[in-house]
Each structure stands twice: as structure tokens, then as C-alpha cells.
């Protein structure tokens, strides 16, 4: 499955960002699509994930980002609000067979997108 992430930039603490992840044709319906974040001298970590009819978020953006998809378009979407610092990294969109669940590790995403930079300002 092709990714291709975009939407990246800088903002101010407390600002609003909208990632957009383009995939190729209806992998929606044998992968789960998500959000990774590798930060500097971080390991790449999960974010974010849509299924069928759900969604996981890691602990440190619940409440504050939300995942969606339009499956007509092929698009996944992070719409993140009141963003932190702490919230800079690179952003990465990821797809992942279903049978592997839904909150998962890098070490068994299937396929990459590549990264966009998300820079929070103090």
C-alpha cells in the first residue's frame, strides 16, 4: 500500500494542525491506517489509528487529536488540536494488517509514508 503524508508546519502552542495521509486504492479494507511521531533522539511512537468503525488513540493526544477517513477519496486525517511542544516531531503515516490490531509498534507497520515535520512553538 502507497502512502503519502502532508499538512505538516509550524504553529504556536495551543494552535490547530490538519494532517492529511492520501493512500492508495481502498487500503482501508485490508489494513488499518494510523499516525506515528518520532520526535529527536526518540523512538518512533503510535499516535493515532482508524479501523472499520473505531479509532485508538495513545494516551498523550486523547482528547486532543481525532483520526477520520473518507473512504470515497482514499484520505486519512489527523485533526490536532491545542497543540503542545511537546507534540514536535515528525508525523508518519502508516498502514498495518488488521490481524495485527489496532494499537501496534513500528516494528510491524507494513508500509510507510513519508515523514511531515510538526513543529509547536512556546
Known amino acids: 500500500v502507497q502512502l503519502q503524508a502532508s499538512g505538516g508546519g509550524l504553529v504556536q502552542a495551543g494552535g490547530s494542525l490538519r494532517l492529511s495521509c492520501a493512500t492508495s486504492g481502498r487500503a482501508y479494507t485490508k489494513y488499518h491506517i494510523g499516525w506515528f511521531r518520532q520526535a529527536p533522539g526518540n523512538e518512533r511512537e503510535f499516535v493515532a489509528a482508524?479501523?472499520?468503525?473505531?479509532?485508538r488513540y495513545a494516551d498523550s493526544v486523547e482528547g486532543r487529536f481525532t483520526i477520520s477517513r473518507e473512504n470515497d477519496e482514499n484520505m486519512v486525517y489527523l485533526q490536532m488540536n491545542g497543540l503542545k511542544p511537546d507534540d514536535t516531531a515528525v508525523y508518519y503515516c502508516?498502514?498495518?494488517?488488521?490481524?495485527?490490531?489496532?494499537?501496534?509498534?513500528?516494528?510491524?507497520?507494513?508500509?510507510w509514508g513519508q515523514g511531515t515535520l510538526v513543529t509547536v512553538s512556546s
Open positions: 502508516a498502514a498495518w494488517r488488521r490481524t495485527r490490531g489496532m494499537v501496534v509498534t513500528g516494528n510491524v507497520v507494513d508500509s
Open positions: 482508524i479501523g472499520w468503525s473505531s479509532s
